[in-house]
C-alpha cells in the first residue's frame, strides 16, 4: 500500500482484494446470521431503515456504520446479536421519487433496494439479510392490515370528515408532522388545507401514558424527550364562556393564564372556527372577512403559527368578559387554530407575546393586570409582554394577590359562579392515517349499503395492492380508477360493496417493523416467544428529525400492542442515539445541491475501511460534521502506516506471547509500549460505551505510533514479544471499526478462528497505570509550571506539591489564595 500518489485515485492493491475476499467469505460463510445460544446474553442493535427512494451517499452512511461498529463489538464480547435490516418501502417517498423518473414505483423500489443492498454490502456492514423485510410486500404489509382492523376492533380507528394538509403537488393528505415551515416534507411545495373523509388513530387516547412514560426512557437523549414532551403539549387551565353581546350564544375559551382575564381587550377565533360565518353574515365586515378566510385557506398550521407577522380582520361583533362585564370586539386570526383549546382565545396583550404583536400590527387597546414587584408597566410604552409573575392590579377583588396565588383563587371562583371550570388540553390530535395514493398498502375496509363500513375478514388478508395499476403520478388515488379493484361483495350478506380506495401513511409500516425482526417468517404478525427475547431494542440508531414522527407513532403502536396483549413491555426501544448530519461545501448533503460523496467513488479511491473510518473520525457522532476530502486522505495514509507495521513484523510474531512475556526482561522503551497497548484498550472500550468513535481511533493512532517506535530502536527478544502482544491487540481493536482490514491481518498473523468471534480483548490494569504523569499548574486559570510527579497520588499530596512549586510560590507572594481546585493525575488550579 502506498501513501502518496494522486488524490482522485489510490492505488486499489491491497483494498480492492482485500475487501472482495472477506465480503464474499463473510456472505458464503453465513458469518452475520443471528446466533441465538441459549447460553449467551443478547444484544439488539437497530438502525432506522432507509426509504428506497434513490442511492445512498456518504451522509446516510453515518448512521449505518456507527450502528455496525456497535453491533460488531457486541459480537466479539460474546453476545448473541440481532443486526438486521429492511427497507421502508411504501408511501410517498419512494412514490414521490418514481413519479419524478417517471416510472411505475414498484419498479423503481425494487431498483433501489437491490442498489442500496449492494452498497450496505461494499461498506462491510454486518447486517444478517435472512431477516430483511421489505414493508410493500404482501406478507409484510397483511400484518398492517391486520393491525388497522384490530384498532377499528378497539374504537381506536375511525374515520371522520376533517380539515386536512392537502399538497396539491403530491395530491396527497399530510399529517401535521409531515408539513415543515409551511410546506410538504417531501416535495417542499406549499400546502393547502382541504375537508376529506379520512382514517385516523386514536393517539389522544394514549396521551397521558406517552407524557408520562417518557421517565422510562432514561437512556435517550433529553432533546428528543422534550420534544416529544412539547409535542404532547400538555396544559392546565380553565375553560369558560364569553357570551356574545348581540343575540344568543356564547364562545368558549381555554386559558392556562386565568390570571390575566381581567387584561382581555379583545378575541380571536380559528378562521376555522363553526361560529365564524354566523358571526359575520349580513354585516359590513362579511367581504373583508372571507377575503382573508381564502387567503388563510392556502397557509399550512405550523406556516400559520411560526409566522411573525400575526394577520386578522375584526368580524364586526363582539362579546362579554364574564370578569367586569365588559364588551370586547371579536377577531379572526390565523395563529388560533381550531384543534388546540376551543378554537378561540382571549387575546390578553399585555402578558402574551403573541397577542402583543397582534394587537401592536392592528391599534388594539393593551390592559397591564400583573405588575412586577416594585415597577409600574405602562401600555403606551411596553416593547413586549410581561409574561414573569408578579402582583394582580385592575383585577377587581383579586388585586394585591400574588398571580400564582390568584390563578388558584380565580380559578375556585369561576367554578363557584358556574363561569367556568378548570380543564387539562393537550396540544396531540388524532394521528391521521389514510392517503389518497397508490403506493401504500390498500385500507382494508369495505362499504355496503345494506351493513354499511365492514372490516375485510382476517383469512382474506392480505387485501393485495395491483402492482398493474395505470399508475401517471396524477389525479390522486389510482385504485379510484380500478373498477376490477373497487367492485367486490359484502363479507357479511354477499351482495355487491365497494373497497376503500385510500392507502396507509408511511409511518403506519415502520412503526413496529423492529417487532417483525424478531421472527420476520412467522405466520402471524410475529412470534411472542421471540419478541419477548429480543426486544425492547437494546440500541436504537437514527436521525434527530424523527423526534416526533416515527419515534412518537413507534411509541404508540407499542402501547396499544401491549394493551392488547401482544407485548409485554411499554417501549420499544431502551436506549437511543441520534446522529448529527455530514455537510460539504456548508450545506447538508444532498443531490440536488450537487454535494454527495458516492460510496462508490470512496470504496473506488480509498477503500471501504478509509470510509467507514473517515466517518467514525469526524467528531462526536452526534454533532454535524463537515465532510473534508484531505480528512480522508489523512485516514488512508494511517491505515497504510497500521498495515506496514503489523505487516513488518510478521516474520517475528509469536502467537505464544502471552505465556512467554512475563518471564522475559523488557526493555524500558518495551514496556513504554506495553503500557500503552494496555491503556489503549481500556480506551477505546470506554469509548465504545460512549459512542466516542472519533476518539477510539485516536487511540490507535497513538498505539501505532508507538508500535513504529520500539520497531525502530530494538530488536530485542523480548521487545518482540511486546510487539506481537501490540499486533495482536491492535488487529482486533481494529476489527469494528475497519473489518476488512482487521481479517487480513488476523489471518496473516496465521491466526485461524473467525475473527468477528473473537474475545474482546481485556487491560491489565497495573500493567495500564501510569508510573508518571505530568501535573498541570494554574493560578486563576494560567498554567503557571508542569511538574513530572508519580501517578495516583491523593489531592492532598498534590496540592502540597503545588503549593510547594517554586515558580508557583514566586506568583503567589502577597496574595491570598481562596480556594485550590484539584483534578486527580491531571492539574491543580489555585484561585487567589
Known amino acids: 500500500m502506498r501513501e502518496n500518489g494522486s488524490s482522485t485515485q489510490k492505488t486499489l492493491t491491497p483494498f480492492a482484494q482485500i475487501e472482495k475476499k472477506w465480503q464474499q467469505h463473510w456472505e458464503e460463510n453465513g458469518v452475520f446470521h443471528t446466533r441465538t445460544d441459549a447460553d449467551r446474553q443478547r444484544f439488539y442493535c437497530l438502525c432506522m431503515y432507509p426509504y428506497p427512494s434513490g442511492e445512498l451517499h456518504m451522509g446516510h452512511m453515518r448512521n449505518y456504520i456507527l450502528g455496525d461498529v456497535i453491533a460488531r463489538w457486541h459480537v466479539m464480547k460474546g453476545e448473541n446479536v440481532l443486526h438486521p435490516m429492511g427497507f421502508d418501502s411504501f408511501g410517498q417517498p419512494a412514490e414521490q421519487a418514481a413519479i419524478e423518473r417517471k416510472t411505475h414505483p414498484a419498479a423503481w423500489t425494487y431498483e433501489c433496494i437491490d442498489r442500496m443492498k449492494i452498497q450496505f454490502r461494499r461498506l462491510g456492514i454486518s447486517y444478517d439479510w435472512s431477516r430483511e423485510l421489505n414493508t410493500c410486500l404482501p406478507e409484510y404489509y397483511r400484518w398492517d392490515q391486520w393491525f388497522f382492523l384490530q384498532l377499528l376492533k378497539e374504537g381506536i380507528a375511525y374515520k371522520k370528515k376533517a380539515p386536512v394538509n392537502w399538497c396539491p403537488k403530491c395530491e396527497i393528505v399530510l399529517a401535521d408532522e409531515e408539513i415543515v415551515g409551511g410546506k410538504c416534507w417531501r416535495c417542499d411545495g406549499e400546502a393547502d388545507r382541504k375537508d376529506l373523509e379520512q382514517w385516523f388513530y386514536r393517539i389522544t387516547a394514549y ?22 414532551a412539547e409535542w404532547l403539549g400538555r396544559s392546565e387551565g380553565v375553560e369558560f364562556n364569553m357570551p356574545l353581546a348581540e343575540g344568543d350564544g356564547d364562545i368558549a375559551v381555554f386559558t392556562t393564564r386565568v390570571d390575566t382575564t381581567w387584561g382581555i381587550t379583545y378575541m380571536v377565533l380559528a378562521p376555522e372556527h363553526p361560529l365564524v360565518e354566523k358571526l359575520i353574515k349580513g354585516r359590513p365586515e362579511e367581504a373583508s372577512v372571507r377575503a382573508y378566510l381564502e387567503k388563510v385557506s392556502r397557509k399550512s398550521e405550523l406556516e400559520r403559527i411560526s409566522e411573525e407577522v400575526r394577520e386578522g380582520v375584526f368580524t364586526g361583533a363582539y362579546a362579554i368578559n364574564p370578569a367586569n362585564e365588559e364588551k370586547v370586539p371579536v377577531w379572526v386570526g390565523d395563529y388560533v387554530l381550531p384543534q388546540y383549546g376551543t378554537g378561540a382565545i382571549m387575546a390578553v396583550p399585555a402578558h402574551d407575546q403573541r397577542d402583543f404583536e397582534f394587537a401592536k400590527a392592528n391599534n388594539l387597546p393593551i390592559r397591564v393586570v400583573i405588575q412586577p414587584e416594585g415597577e409600574n408597566l405602562d401600555p403606551q410604552t411596553m416593547t413586549e409582554a410581561y409574561i414573569d409573575s408578579g402582583v394582580q392590579v385592575n383585577s ?58 365492514v372490516g375485510v375478514p382476517e383469512d382474506q ?282 481479517a487480513e491481518l488476523w489471518e496473516k498473523l496465521g491466526e485461524k478462528d473467525e475473527l468477528c468471534f473473537v474475545s474482546w480483548p481485556t487491560w491489565d490494569e497495573a500493567i495500564a497505570k501510569e508510573e508518571t504523569i505530568t501535573l498541570v499548574i494554574q493560578i486563576n486559570g494560567k498554567v503557571r509550571d508542569r511538574i513530572s510527579v508519580e501517578a495516583g497520588l491523593p489531592q492532598e499530596k498534590l496540592e502540597e506539591i503545588a503549593h510547594n512549586s517554586p515558580k508557583i510560590q514566586t506568583h503567589l507572594k502577597g496574595r491570598a489564595v481562596k480556594q485550590t481546585i484539584v483534578v486527580r493525575d491531571k492539574l491543580v488550579n489555585i484561585v487567589v
Open 461 to 742: 388478508l392480505p387485501v393485495i395492492l395491483p402492482e398493474d395499476a395505470p399508475f401517471t403520478g396524477k389525479g390522486g388515488s389510482v385504485l379510484e380508477q380500478m373498477p376490477e379493484f373497487i367492485n367486490t361483495t359484502c363479507p357479511k350478506c354477499g351482495g355487491p360493496a365497494r373497497r376503500d380506495t385510500d392507502t396507509l401513511a408511511t409511518w403506519t409500516y415502520s412503526s413496529w417493523y423492529y417487532l417483525r425482526f424478531a421472527s420476520p417468517k412467522a405466520d402471524k404478525i410475529f412470534e411472542r416467544e421471540a419478541v419477548d427475547s429480543w426486544l425492547p431494542v437494546d440500541q436504537y440508531i437514527g436521525g434527530i428529525e424523527h423526534a416526533v414522527l416515527h419515534l412518537l407513532y413507534s411509541r404508540f403502536y407499542c402501547k396499544v400492542m401491549q394493551d392488547l396483549g401482544l407485548v409485554g413491555f411499554p417501549e420499544p426501544f431502551r436506549r437511543l442515539f441520534t446522529q448529527g448530519m455530514i455537510y460539504k461545501d456548508g450545506a447538508k448533503m444532498s443531490k440536488s445541491r450537487g454535494n454527495v460523496v458516492g460510496v462508490d467513488e470512496m470504496c473506488d479511491t480509498y477503500g471501504a475501511d478509509s470510509a467507514r473510518c473517515f466517518i467514525l473520525f469526524m467528531g462526536p457522532p452526534e454533532q454535524d460534521a463537515e465532510w473534508r476530502d484531505a480528512g480522508v486522505e489523512g485516514i488512508y495514509r494511517f491505515l497504510g502506516r497500521l498495515w506496514r507495521v503489523v505487516t513488518t513484523h510478521l516474520e517475528h510474531y509469536d502467537p505464544k506471547w502471552s505465556e512467554k512475556i512475563a518471564a522475559a526482561t523488557v526493555t524500558e522503551a518495551g514496556q513504554i509500549l506495553r503500557r500503552k497497548t494496555h491503556q489503549t484498550i481500556k480506551r477505546v472500550t470506554a469509548d465504545l460505551e460512549r459512542f466516542h468513535f472519533h476518539t477510539a481511533i485516536s487511540a490507535l493512532m497513538e498505539l501505532v505510533a508507538q508500535m513504529r517506535e520500539l520497531q525502530e530502536e530494538s530488536k530485542e527478544p523480548a521487545d518482540l514479544l511486546v510487539l506481537s502482544e501490540a499486533c495482536e491487540n491492535l488487529v482486533k481493536l481494529l476489527s469494528p471499526f475497519a473489518p476488512h482490514m482487521a
Open 396 to 453: 377587581g377583588v383579586f388585586d394585591g394577590l400574588g398571580n400564582e396565588e390568584a390563578k388558584v383563587k380565580i380559578a375556585e371562583w369561576m367554578e363557584e359562579s358556574g363561569i367556568g371550570r378548570r380543564k387539562v388540553n393537550w396540544r396531540l390530535r388524532d394521528w391521521l392515517v389514510s392517503r389518497q395514493r397508490y403506493w401504500g398498502a390498500p385500507v382494508p375496509i369495505i362499504y355496503c349499503k345494506k351493513c354499511g363500513t
Open 207 to 228: 396521551a397521558d401514558r406517552l407524557l408520562q412514560e417518557l421517565d422510562l426512557l432514561e437512556e435517550w437523549p433529553e432533546r428528543v424527550r422534550t420534544m416529544q
